[in-house]
């Protein structure tokens, strides 16, 4: 099984702001990765796959990098609709699909 | 609206089964992939079960296989989740999610249900 960890847990960030979020691999998971934004009661959103191809509405201060075992989402300017957990995604390794533990945006 | 709405959800003693249902609208449901996914209280997402677009492929996390079956009923719409022979570990609320391909398997997940709650509990 690739373990999936993201960092930090916690991240505080005021509005405005850039906020960086790392997702690493235990093995090498190519491009094949997904992030997911998802708030208290909602349905998870898809931010990103192939891991820097924006889904379909999401705005351009998202944006997603790296390969192999290293990943990184960038929010660009947070806006206050922003703040959430995001979570990754692996998607090399199928059926054996895993997910990191998230990363908490909160306000600062 | 394109939408993804869980139902069957609530609280059914260990060994029991139960069934969730994933009404799919908006979009052509007959032509995509569906995925059961689920997330344990306080813990990460855990991804459970995949049907391809017509049925013909089905794949399960091992922590599941054996007792949960996925199916689904083109004509109406809806993905189904059999879970049988459950345990306390499998409370979880389950969504149902729309896989990223189309006649391909992209395995990840477009669209998202807002997820119904299993409680397995004596």
């Known amino acids: 099984e690739i373990v999936m960890t993201q960092s930090p847990a916690t991240l505080s960030v005021s509005p405005g702001e850039r906020a960086t979020l790392s997702c690493r691999a235990s093995q090498s998971v190519s491009s094949n990765l997904a992030w997911y934004q998802q708030k208290v009661g909602q349905a998870p959103r898809l931010l990103i796959y192939g891991a820097s191809t924006r889904a379909t509405a999401i705005p351009a201060r998202f944006s997603g990098s790296g390969s192999g075992t290293e990943f990184t989402l960038t929010i660009s300017s947070l806006q206050s609709e922003d703040f959430a957990v995001y979570f990754c995604q692996q998607f090399n390794n199928w059926p054996l699909l895993t997910f990191g533990g998230g990363t908490k945006v909160e306000i600062k | 609206q394109v939408q993804l709405v869980e139902s069957g959800g609530g609280v059914v003693q260990p060994g029991r089964s139960l069934r969730l249902s994933c009404a799919a609208s908006g979009f052509t449901f007959s032509s995509y992939g569906m995925h059961w996914v689920r997330q344990a209280p306080g813990k990460g997402l855990e991804w459970v079960a995949l049907l391809s677009y017509d049925g013909s492929n089905r794949y399960y996390a091992d922590s599941v296989k054996g007792r949960f079956t996925i199916s689904r009923g083109n004509s109406k719409n809806t993905l189904y989740l059999q879970m049988n022979s459950l345990r306390a570990e499998d409370t979880a609320v389950y969504y149902c999610?729309?896989?990223?391909?189309?006649?391909?398997?992209?395995?990840?997940?477009?669209?998202w249900g807002r997820g119904t709650l299993v409680t397995v509990s004596s």
């Open positions: 999610a729309k896989d990223g391909g189309g006649d391909y398997l992209a395995w990840y997940f477009d669209l």
